[in-house]
């Protein structure tokens, strides 16, 4: 709206022909405004109700700045000529800068009707629509102000970022044809234009279209730019080392731009965060500290590195810290919602996933946070239906249903029920049993829960028919960065065959398993239970685990195993219960997804000793395929084979194969935070 002056100062030159104002004008025209303010000052010295010194005088103010003040005296002069069309423009433009759209609406509807042909009016009134975000209405005035002056530049470049305003609103609704059809009609006006290009390839970002994305990118003819681009595009693509050397480049072309240097090391230090080099991005952040001070972008670097080595809580204080300074920031609302989520607050990240909509409306990773923490927290139901046999001939069919449901963020109720029926093929014995549970899940504070199940167990067998209590309770917490705690204990019947069911022996563990990971991929999972039976027996067990984690997408992660077992008491000719058991072996495990399958398969193989014997060749194989139906509605398949020493003997094999079944009840959680 600055040159649209250049209309009404042509209009009103012809007024002032008795002072010689034509220096005036020509500042006014080549946007020399503070000189142009300086000489209708000096104007109205000598001439203080001069009517075209004033308007000129005001508009001067205005462009220079000082919109308040030429606001002001607008409201004078619309006050003395209230029916003067170019006094009323200028007042409408007055409001524009001081950005009371609503108000400059009304004065802007009342001029178009005034005079339908009037440019001034009608361009001012589309680019007040404008900033009020109506873009269709915007580019229906801005087409009209195009009619009445065909090709005038100013009209033509407010409709550039109408369209940019539009195709932006159009992507947060999610309908990316009309975001990318305004875009490319953008592209037709203003061919290689950098801002419709960057959003244009954001729009096929936002869609997943990484082909095309990479095209736009590679298009742009600002190098550093489009480098920045195609590193986040590789990210999202799950090539992160792509990612990583794009935007190594882009810092080499940043030079002595200070924007430019912000943007491209900001990008690196992200890619430097996406390949895991923690230590390269902290030197990183501390440089660019040193070189263009601390900012809130810089604040959202070290929040995200806080977030990806598992430093949650010094990642909210960093998040804080970004608000402190500006509240409607959207790195700082949606980037602390899910520090909280990941923090196992989910009270405080879903009230910052709503404001971040607040600010943000319809964006679209708020509402899919805002998704993901309903649907955590709605009642589902799973149940499993299997058939196993090993080569004791044994055979068992086995099915159980779980339902969970939330009664709020910390709290949760479960209920349990199995049935199992196992069938000696040889010997023709069998036995059945049935399980019946419920649950109770609380969480203390933050990422610290208690869960703790309460139930009975009902036996039929060949000899015996009984009933008993089982029953566990766990404390979980994550004590440290990257690290989970599990303390409990559970009470359950050896089940796994016919014989063993007739025993009736009851198994109290008491167990501790933890879990330690690093920034550098590596992991060490150990895990410790100490066994009472109710034979009188007991065992110990040892099982540990080394693992070094590849890829993220898949996840692919492989290690070393090694297990050791101890029975009190050797009672062969009921169990299998060596005095000293141990296993070694190599596993690699691969979990990912594609499109609405998710798929996970791990296999281990090695080497068991039992006690002085000679070591026998150990193999695991575990895999399940997992259909979406929709976001509430799984099925899946699975087997496993081991051929692992278990409760009954050495030179055991095993098979399993099962169907599982997932369903969320309600669309959303019962309760509201």
Known sequence: MKNLGLFLILLVSTMCYGQDMNAGFRFLETGKYAEAQTFFQEVLNDYPTNKTARLCYGRALGLNGHTVEAKELFTDLKATYPNDFEILL?????????????????????????????????????????????????LLYVNKALEILPGNQNAVVSKKYMRLGKASQSLTAQDYPTSISLLEENLVDFPNDADSMSALANVYITSSDFEKANDIYNKIEDRSNALVGLSLVAHLDSKDKEALQYAKEATTLAKNDSLKIMTTQERFIQALIWNGKYKNATLAIDSLTNLLGSSNRINALSASMSMYTGKINKGIAYYNTILEKDSTSFSGNLGIANAYRGQGNLKKAYAYAQKTLEYYPEQKDAKSLIAAIDNSLSPTINTTAAYTRDNGDNEAYGASINATVPFSDRFTASFNYSYRTTENMTLGNMANNTNISLGTKYRIKNNTWVESTLGFTKANADVNSYTDVNGSLFLKTRPFALQNLEIGYSRELQNFNAALIDEKIFLNNYMLNYNMGTTFNLGWYTGLMHTQQTDGNSRNLLFTSLYYTFTKAPAIKAGLNYQYLSYKEQLPNQYFSPSIYQAAEAFIDLNGNSGKWTYLANVAGGYQFVEQDEATTLLRAEAKLIYSFSPRLQAGAYGKYSNIASATAAGFEFTEVGFTLRLQVTKGKLFKF
Do not use: C, H, Q
């Open 90 to 138: 200028n007042y409408a433009e007055s409001l524009l800068w001081n950005k009371d759209f609503k108000e400059a609406k009304g004065m802007y509807e009342g001029l178009v009707k005034k005079d339908i042909t009037s440019f001034p009016a009608t361009l001012g009134y589309a680019n007040t629509l404008s900033n009020l975000k109506e873009y269709d209405a915007a």
